[in-house]
């Protein structure tokens, strides 16, 4: 069990660490793909166009290496993944045609039931390793 929770935190923190490593070499890039979700504008679209890829970066390795705060890394990443999949929801219904920017920067259109599954694996992904790890801290 102790093999699977460790793969699962692999697979999950690395995921958000690519994620945002690709976002910071484009911020220019992904402050416009947050733009384009029409939910937030300038300031905001580009101070979180700064600051969510290091979230994402801190937690990602906080998930992978296992110590005190893999658990909160997982969680705050699970929250962003649900606020995340709610933003794309939003778009998809007021029919914006955009890119997620999900990994930097891209002109490719989403396609939204995609996204929203992968995004409901990733997190279904999340979910396991930190019940599973859960039990794994009460049993030692």
Not at 4 to 12: G, K, P, V
Not at 31 to 47: E, K, L, M, S, Y
Not at 64 to 88: C, H, K
Not at 120 to 133: E, H, P, R, T
């Amino acid at each position: 069990m102790k093999i699977l929770t460790l793969i699962l935190r692999l697979l999950f923190g690395a995921v958000f660490l690519w994620s945002g490593i690709a976002k910071l070499k484009d911020p220019i890039g992904f402050a416009d793909a947050v733009r384009n979700f029409q939910i937030v504008g300038d300031p905001i679209a580009p101070a979180l166009a700064l600051f969510i890829p290091w979230v994402e970066i801190v937690c990602g390795i906080a998930a992978m290496i296992g110590l005190r705060f893999s658990r909160e890394g997982i969680v705050v990443l699970l929250v962003s993944l649900l606020v995340f999949t709610a933003g794309i929801v939003a778009a998809w219904v007021r029919g914006l045609d955009i890119s997620c920017g999900c990994f930097g920067g891209s002109d490719e259109a989403m396609n939204y039931p995609v996204k929203i599954m992968q995004n409901l694996v990733l997190g279904l992904i999340g979910i396991a390793a930190l019940v599973m790890g859960r039990k794994i801290s009460q049993t030692d």
